[in-house]
T-cell receptor
Framework: NAGVTQTPKFQVLKTGQSMTLQCAQDMNHEYMSWYRQDPGMGLRLIHYSVGAGITDQGEVPNGYNVSRSTTEDFPLRLLSAAPSQTSVYFC???????????FGQGTRLTVV | AQSVAQPEDQVNVAEGNPLTVKCTYSVSGNPYLFWYVQYPNRGLQFLLKYITGDNLVKGSYGFEAEFNKSQTSFHLKKPSALVSDSALYFCAVRSDTGRRALTFGSGTRLQVQP
């Protein structure tokens, strides 16, 4: 079992560029989420999904898009990167409400 | 809406002493509570959870946590701290009726001195 796999691990973007952060899980989990981690602010929810074809916004969704066409994959798209999106991004999945979330190793994104 | 508060940015404790990392929460419905640990440049690792039942839950690496419904708290504890426990600790919550994504606190850095 690979668990939750995020790619890439590191990325540098120029302002205005777009990119997709990939997240895949092989545990057949219905719930998947994207968070960003900034110093002193914990993990803030960007978008989440409770199953294929179902997504919803979290606390900081602006500038990001998601889709969930399969149970396994939950990519996060940055439409036009801004320096404020410099952060560490984590993808997580869980089986249901009362089960713990499993996290990927993170993507460290720098926007210059 | 659901929220988590971790009132201490940092907790310092000497090796061998007991440690407590505080967490309070707010949810609609019944809470599902979790503690995670993060080591430098790593993802989050699950420590323990409270779903229902006994208010004292035990988890990995000798950690335990006490659920207190009246105080809406879920403090993390360990009887005897190790230097290797030094890390960033996050409390998280979701409820049985609300949003199904986890909501995290801002994190508490635990520093255990030799």
């Amino acid at each position: 079992n690979a668990g939750v796999t995020q790619t890439p691990k590191f990325q540098v973007l120029k302002t205005g560029q777009s990119m997709t952060l990939q997240c895949a899980q092989d545990m057949n989990h219905e719930y998947m989420s994207w968070y960003r981690q900034d110093p002193g602010m914990g993990l803030r929810l960007i978008h989440y999904s409770v199953g294929a074809g179902i997504t919803d916004q979290g606390e900081v969704p602006n500038g990001y898009n998601v889709s969930r066409s399969t149970t396994e994959d939950f990519p996060l798209r940055l439409l036009s990167a801004a320096p404020s999106q410099t952060s560490v991004y984590f993808c997580a999945s869980s089986y249901r409400r009362d089960r713990e979330g499993f996290f990927g190793q993170g993507t460290r994104l720098t926007v210059v | 809406a659901q929220s988590v508060a971790q009132p201490e940015d940092q907790v310092n404790v000497a090796e061998g002493n007991p440690l407590t990392v505080k967490c309070t929460y707010s949810v609609s419905g019944n809470p599902y509570l979790f503690w995670y640990v993060q080591y430098p440049n790593r993802g989050l690792q699950f420590l323990l959870k409270y779903i229902t039942g006994d208010n004292l839950v035990k988890g990995s690496y000798g950690f335990e946590a006490e659920f207190n419904k009246s105080q809406t708290s879920f403090h993390l504890k360990k009887p005897s701290a190790l230097v290797s426990d030094s890390a960033l600790y996050f409390c998280a919550v979701r409820s049985d009726t609300g949003r199904r994504a986890l909501t995290f606190g801002s994190g508490t850095r635990l520093q255990v001195q030799p």
